[in-house]
T-cell receptor, first 109, second 114 residues
Framework: EDQVTQSPEALRLQEGESSSLNCSYT??????LFWYRQDPGKGPEFLFT???AGEEKEKERLKATLTKKESFLHITAPKPEDSATYLC??????????FGAGTTVTVRA | EAQVTQNPRYLITVTGKKLTVTCSQN?????MSWYRQDPGLGLRQIYY???????DKGDVPEGYKVSRKEKRNFPLILESPSPNQTSLYFC?????????????FGEGSWLTVV
């Protein structure tokens, strides 16, 4: 069974304090690993797709990396507007999508 | 504008009263799916569809039905809702295969069963 585990569950940061979120996974035939941002009461918003180990993607203060067993979402010099829940998901060879429980990030000014 | 539209957004219903949550996408996506989101459990897939007339169970299909008669629509049916189906529901769609496999989510439907 495909599994996705995110850590930590919650992360409180000062503005400018860089940190990383972890997503470890087991999947039958990885089609892709996705990172999303979710604001309270909203649907997840797509951030990145990673397809193979060694791949990296960047967007503003966010950088996602992928190994064969885990992915990291690095937040560099975060701002309060980066506060959100970040979700990781893997898509298996049969197109089935499995999500982690998410990491809730709070950035204080 | 690319959209996944769910209705209703908010619903309070009683145990056993059949209800349908509609989902429509305007991007000609083949793949559509339904998820429920509960605190501490994240998003769990209920059903998915890879194309018209093709549906399959996700992780938590019990108590739910779906149909895919048209490419744009993928309704979620609760034949006899129970309180443990109180949750936040999301519909999503995407193209299959290829690069840039971006998944679009709807805004969510808050369902309370009393």
């Amino acid at each position: 069974e495909d599994q996705v585990t995110q850590s930590p569950e919650a992360l409180r940061l000062q503005e400018g304090e860089s940190s990383s979120l972890n997503c470890s996974y087991t999947v039958s035939g990885l089609r892709g690993l996705f990172w999303y941002r979710q604001d309270p009461g909203k649907g997840p918003e797509f951030l990145f797709t990673l397809y193979s180990a060694g791949e990296e993607k960047e967007k503003e203060r966010l950088k996602a990396t992928l190994t064969k067993k885990e992915s990291f979402l690095h937040i560099t010099a975060p701002k309060p507007e980066d506060s959100a829940t970040y979700l990781c998901a893997v898509q298996a060879a049969d197109y089935k999508l499995s999500f982690g429980a998410g990491t809730t990030v709070t950035v204080r000014a | 504008e690319a959209q996944v539209t769910q209705n209703p957004r908010y619903l309070i219903t009683v145990t056993g009263k059949k209800l349908t949550v509609t989902c429509s996408q305007n991007m000609n996506h083949e793949y559509m799916s339904w998820y429920r989101q509960d605190p501490g459990l994240g998003l769990r897939q209920i059903y998915y569809s890879m194309n018209v007339e093709v549906t399959d169970k996700g992780d938590v299909p019990e108590g739910y039905k779906v149909s895919r008669k048209e490419k744009r629509n993928f309704p979620l049916i609760l034949e006899s809702p129970s309180p443990n189906q109180t949750s936040l529901y999301f519909c999503a769609s995407s193209f299959q295969g290829g690069d840039g496999n971006t998944i679009y989510f709807g805004e969510g439907s808050w369902l309370t069963v009393v």
